[in-house]
């Protein structure tokens, strides 16, 4: 047969690119539980989209060439639900899936083809850092930073990363530069390995207390949600893209509408308490307002104070930005703060209107605050509202007090503003008001006291605000879900096909 010794090379390379690291390894992980680089991509994938691309890559260095097959990163392209995505898979069992020169250039061309094709990038990450001695000396600095645009985000389109193991390096940089990142539980992520960074400062680390899920979710914020399997985390990644569009021409995908999504508001009277002082939980209002089961939240365990959640009204999808008194009683500290913008950035940048769901005494205050610089972060949310261009739809529910009514889309940082009867518009609760004021405590002259934060309640109704038409409509709670739908539709901006002018689209990924 022509060609046959040729096309009998070419079969032993793919198989032995295909085997990775080799059988053990493999077998290791499977023992653990824990997929491979490509059973990963065969799970997120459909089946037989992938195309591979640079199966045949190795190590630049002649002694590692047979040690590095496909150099420790499978790349490619591929669609889920019938939708193109692009995605680079890290081969742990191959040299820890450890950063080169060689699947770098690989990371780089899939990444210029994701978004000269409109595509979103999804980055499976587990890798040992930088290729040791790969980037060692004066020839290693002069691989670092030939690529400019390496870390550039113009979130032209959306970057999702999955945290799935040891993440250093690269696998961390990608991470924080991206949109949404999953992690599992038992993964890592930081600067640099425990090993290392022990060395470095001369006294044990702990992984887990170094970059883990709790770290990361909780308190650092650059991770969204934490997961137990691989198989979860792959499952957050497409659910995640299924209310983004794929570039940032192009409006979210509309869904059909589940039954009985119309229905959960009717005991929404029975959800928020009338007392201004009484706590509820924010996602119990968001679930009954929404399509149902449509509700997708954003960093849960991160500045919970607000809840920010990709979700579908009517079938198409909204954003939401929403006080939840469950937790600090709804007042805004800097993790919230941080939060918010990052929202808000995602939203503008990928075509989402937003709806602010409004109940807040205003923002935290206190030392810790101020030290961790939150004048700062209220105006860096200020900032990133203000250049927001898709439609904003604001609904107080009960408190919208102070400087924090501005942020949460009062004022003209809302295309559409309206209130519950139970909206209290103050510039602080009146019975702080009343001593601020007057200088007045209750048990100095309880009914002096009590007749002036009347007055001052009064002038806090949602009524005076609607006479000013500062608010556009109060509506009786349970019109909310058709009131969104209603007015959601009139700001759909036909001329631009729903398509905003990205002017956040290199904002900080974070700060």
């Not at 929403?322 to 990052?342: R, W, Y």
């Amino acid at each position: 047969m022509p060609f046959e010794a040729l096309l009998d090379e070419l079969a032993r390379r793919r198989a032995k690119a295909l085997a990775m690291g080799g059988a053990e390894k493999l077998e290791k992980r499977r023992a653990q539980g824990v997929l491979d680089a490509r059973q990963r991509l065969d799970y997120l994938l459909d089946a037989g989209t992938f195309v591979e691309s640079g199966l045949l890559a190795t190590s630049f260095r002649p002694e590692m060439v047979e040690k590095s097959p496909a150099d420790g990163k499978v790349a490619g392209f591929g669609a889920i639900d019938g939708r193109p995505v692009a995605v680079v898979s890290n081969d742990f069992t191959t040299l820890g899936a450890s950063s080169s020169v060689v699947n770098g250039k690989k990371i780089r061309h899939v990444r210029t083809v994701a978004t000269q094709s409109g595509m979103p990038l999804i980055l499976l990450g587990e890798s040992a850092g930088s290729r040791m001695p790969d980037r060692m000396g004066a020839p290693g600095r002069a691989i670092l930073g030939q690529d400019a645009q390496e870390y550039l985000r113009d979130r032209r389109t959306p970057w999702v990363s999955a945290l799935l193991g040891s993440c250093y390096g690269s696998s961390t940089w990608y991470a924080c530069l991206s949109d949404f990142v999953v992690m599992r539980k038992g993964a890592t992520m930081a600067v640099a390995s425990s090993k290392v960074t022990a060395l470095a400062i001369k006294q044990a680390v702990d992984p887990e207390e170094l970059g883990g899920w709790k770290l990361h979710t909780a308190v650092t914020g650059l991770v969204d949600v934490a997961v137990d399997t691989d198989e979860e985390a792959l499952d957050y990644v497409k659910r995640f893209l299924g209310y983004l569009p794929s570039y940032n021409g192009e409006a979210p995908p509309v869904v059909a509408v589940p039954a009985g999504s119309d229905d959960a508001i009717a005991d929404i009277l029975d959800v928020v308490p009338e007392s201004r002082s009484a706590v509820y939980d924010m996602r119990a209002v968001i679930g009954r307002i929404v399509d149902r089961d449509s509700m997708f939240e954003m960093k849960p365990r991160f500045g919970k104070s607000i809840v920010t959640a990709l979700t579908r009204v009517d079938g198409r999808t909204v954003g939401v930005i929403a006080n939840n008194p469950m937790f600090k009683g709804g007042s805004i500290d800097v993790d919230a703060c941080n939060k918010a913008t990052s929202f808000l950035v995602l939203c503008d940048s990928y075509n989402i209107p937003i709806v602010f769901l409004v109940d807040q005494p205003g923002f935290l205050i206190g030392m810790e605050g101020e030290k961790r610089g939150a004048p700062g972060r209220i105006m860096n949310w200020m900032n990133a509202l203000s250049l927001v261009s898709v439609p904003r739809v604001t609904i107080t529910l009960r408190k919208n007090f102070g400087q924090a009514y501005l942020n949460m889309g009062g004022g003209r940082n809302s295309d559409e503003a309206a209130a519950w009867p139970s909206a209290d518009f103050g510039f602080m609760d009146p019975a702080t008001g009343v001593n601020v004021l007057h200088g007045l405590k209750r048990e100095d002259d309880p009914e002096r006291f009590d007749v002036l934060m009347k007055e001052i309640a009064r002038d806090s109704a949602p009524w005076p605000l609607a006479g000013l038409y500062e608010a556009q409509a109060i509506i009786d709670p349970r019109e909310t879900r058709a009131y969104l739908k209603s007015i959601l539709q009139v700001h759909r901006r036909a001329p631009t096909g729903g398509i905003g002018q990205h002017r956040l689209q290199h904002w900080p990924t974070s700060y």
